[in-house]
């Protein structure tokens, strides 16, 4: 799982450096890959749940209604 774990950071690190050249920030070749690694950086999220044994879409909606409760 630990692996997975780091799998998943390299990845959103990803995100973030073709998330910075879509915003002219950091020059990459490779911009056309941020919406595959975004949909990868869900499916990591989705693998370490479940090797948790938490339901992915339990975590999703916990998460969105603690946000909208704050936003009220």
Do not use: H, Y
């Not at 774990?5 to 056309?32: C, H, I, Y």
């Amino acid at each position: 799982m630990e692996e997975d774990a780091l799998a998943f950071l390299t990845d959103a690190g990803l995100v973030g450096r073709f998330t910075m050249d879509n915003q002219g920030r950091w020059p990459s070749e490779d911009k056309e890959l941020l919406p595959s690694k975004i949909g990868e950086c869900v499916w990591w999220l989705a693998v370490l749940a479940e090797r948790m044994e938490l339901d992915f879409a339990d975590c999703v909606e916990q998460f969105l209604n603690e946000r909208l409760t704050a936003l009220e």
